[in-house]
C-alpha cells in the first residue's frame, strides 16, 4: 500500500513537471510476465555453445539429425504446451498457470543438466518445452490486456526484451562453459523465481488511470486476472468463423513467414554458421548477435507506438531481404577472402537488427491485438502452435539443408520468403497502433477496418 501511494505521488509530480508517465502503473506487471520470455531466450541460445560437448559426452556427436533433434525437441513440447494453454489459462486464470507452469520448467532443467544418456536429455528438453509453450501464449494475452493502449506497443515489445536478454545470458555461459553441458542447470533459477507476482494488476491500475481510462479498460483486465469473465462457452469452431478465421489466418500466417525466412535457423545455430565463414569462437560472435537483437529490441520499444505495427513488420522484413542476399553474395562471390567474411558478418548483424525491429515483437503483439476477447487466447494458442510446427521443421533439418545444399541456397531461400513476408505485410495487416482493444474488435466485427489506419 505504501508503495502504490508514493507510485501515485510520483505520478503527480510528473504531471505537474510535464512527464508522460502513463504506463508506469502497468510495468511492473508487464515486466515480470515478459520475464518469462527469458527462459525461451535461454533456451535458444543454450544449446549454441556446448551442444558439440553434449554430443560428444552422450555419444551421439557427428550425428547432424541427432544434434538437431537435441536442440529441437523442447519444440516439440512447447507445441503441445501451447495448444493447450487456452483451456489452462480459461480456467486458472494467468497467476495460477504461471505457477503450475513452473512444474516442468524446474523438472526439465534439473533433468537435461544432470543427463546421461541421449534419452534423458531428450526428456529434459521435452518437458522445458513443455512449459516454455504455455508461456509464450499466455505472456502477449496477458500484456495486450492491462497495458494502456496508447503504450500496447512499447509494452509488448518487453517480450522481444526478454527473449534477447535470455540469449545473451546463455551465450555468455556459452563462452565460458563451451565443454560444460551443466550450465543448463541454471535454467532453474528462472522457474524459481517466477512463482510470484503477476497478480492483482488490476486493483493497481484501477486505482492509478484516469477513471475514464478504467471504464474503457476494466472489463478487458478482469479477462485476464481472473477467471469469473472468460467465456468459457467459446470453441475452437469458432476460429472457423469470420472475422475469428481472419485473425487465425493472418497470426498463422505471419508465424510460419517468420520462421522460413530464418530466425531460428541462425540463432540456434549461429556457432556452426560462423565456422563456416571462418569466424572460429563461435560463441562470442553469437553473444555479439545477442547484443544486436537486443539494440533491436530497444528501438522497437521506441517506435512501437510511434510508427505502427505495419510499417515497422514491412521495414523489418525487407531489411532482411537485404541483409540475406548480402550474405549469399559474401558467399558464392569470387572477391577476397576476407572482404567475404566481413560481409557476412555484416549481413547477420543487419538480418539480427532488423527483426528484432519488427517481425520478432510485431508478430507477438499483433495477434492478440487482433483477436476479440472471446476467442484471444485460442486464436494465439492457434498461432503460436504454428509457430512451434515451423520452428521444430528449422531447427530439425537446417543443419542437414547447409550440408547438402551449402550456406549460400539455404539463406536464399530465407530471403526470398522474407520477401513473400513483406509482401504479406503490405496487403493483410491492419494497422492497430492507438486504437482500445474493444474499438478494434468493433472494426474487424463490422468489417470497417482500414488496413491503412
Known amino acids: ?43 535458444i541460445g543454450v544449446m549454441n555453445g556446448p551442444i558439440q560437448a553434449i554430443a560428444q559426452e552422450l555419444g551421439f556427436d557427428g550425428n547432424p539429425f541427432l544434434e538437431g533433434l537435441v536442440v529441437s525437441i523442447f519444440i516439440a513440447g512447447a507445441f503441445i504446451g501451447s495448444i493447450s494453454s487456452s483451456t489452462l489459462i480459461d480456467r486458472l486464470g494467468c497467476r495460477r498457470t504461471l505457477q503450475i507452469d513452473t512444474i516442468p520448467l524446474i523438472l526439465g532443467a534439473v533433468l537435461s543438466a544432470q543427463a546421461h544418456s541421449v534419452d534423458e536429455m531428450l526428456l529434459g528438453r521435452f518437458l522445458v518445452g513443455l512449459g516454455i509453450g504455455v508461456n509464450t501464449v499466455l505472456v502477449p494475452v496477458y500484456i495486450s490486456e492491462v497495458s494502456p493502449t496508447k503504450y500496447r506497443g512499447s509494452l509488448g515489445a518487453l517480450c522481444q526484451i526478454g527473449t534477447c536478454l535470455g540469449i545473451i545470458a546463455s551465450l555468455c555461459l556459452g563462452i565460458s562453459s563451451e565443454n560444460d553441458p551443466h550450465c543448463l542447470l541454471l535454467k532453474v533459477l528462472d522457474g524459481y523465481v ?16 484516469s ?47 517468420q520462421q522460413f525466412s530464418g530466425i531460428s535457423g541462425v540463432l540456434y ?3 556452426l554458421t560462423f565456422q563456416d565463414v571462418g569466424i572460429t569462437n563461435g560463441a562470442l560472435a553469437s553473444l555479439f548477435l545477442g547484443i544486436t537483437n537486443l539494440a533491436g529490441a530497444l528501438f522497437a520499444l521506441y517506435l512501437m507506438d510511434k510508427q505502427g505495427r505495419k510499417r515497422l513488420l514491412t521495414g523489418s522484413y525487407l531489411g532482411m531481404v537485404i541483409s540475406m542476399f548480402i550474405i549469399v553474395y559474401a558467399i558464392n562471390s569470387p572477391i577476397d577472402e576476407g572482404l567475404g567474411h566481413n560481409l557476412s558478418i555484416l549481413g547477420t548483424i543487419i538480418y539480427i537488427f532488423t527483426f528484432a525491429i519488427g517481425a520478432g515483437p510485431v508478430t507477438g503483439i499483433i495477434i492478440p491485438e487482433l483477436s476479440s476477447s472471446q476467442t484471444r487466447s485460442k486464436i494465439v494458442s492457434f498461432s503460436f502452435s504454428v509457430h512451434w ?24 531461400t530465407f530471403g526470398g520468403v522474407s520477401l513473400l513476408s513483406a509482401i504479406f505485410s503490405i496487403f493483410f495487416i491492419v494497422e492497430t497502433k492507438g486504437r482500445s482493444l474493444e ?6 466485427n463490422s468489417g470497417v477496418f482500414s488496413k491503412d489506419e
Open 1 to 43: 500500500m505504501l508503495e502504490m501511494r508514493n507510485l501515485v505521488l510520483l505520478m503527480k509530480k510528473a504531471v505537474l513537471k510535464g512527464l508522460d508517465l502513463g504506463w508506469l502503473p502497468a510495468f511492473p506487471h508487464v515486466f515480470t510476465a515478459s520475464m518469462a520470455n527469458f527462459l525461451f531466450g535461454y533456451h
Open 194 to 209: 517466477r512463482w510470484g507476482r503477476v497478480a492483482d494488476a488490476k486493483k493497481v491500475i484501477g486505482s492509478l488511470w
Open 211 to 257: 477513471v475514464s481510462d478504467v471504464e474503457r479498460s476494466i472489463e478487458e483486465i478482469q479477462a485476464v486476472i481472473t477467471n469469473d469473465s472468460i467465456d468459457l462457452g467459446s470453441s475452437w469452431f469458432d476460429l472457423l468463423v469470420e472475422p475469428h478465421r481472419r485473425v487465425a489466418f493472418i497470426g498463422g500466417s505471419l508465424f510460419i513467414l
Open 269 to 271: 545455430f549461429s556457432s
Open 389 to 412: 510446427i515451423c520452428n521444430f521443421l528449422v531447427g530439425l533439418y537446417f543443419l542437414e539443408l547447409v550440408d547438402k545444399f551449402g550456406v549460400g541456397p539455404v539463406y536464399a
Open 439 to 444: 474499438e478494434i474488435e468493433t472494426s474487424l
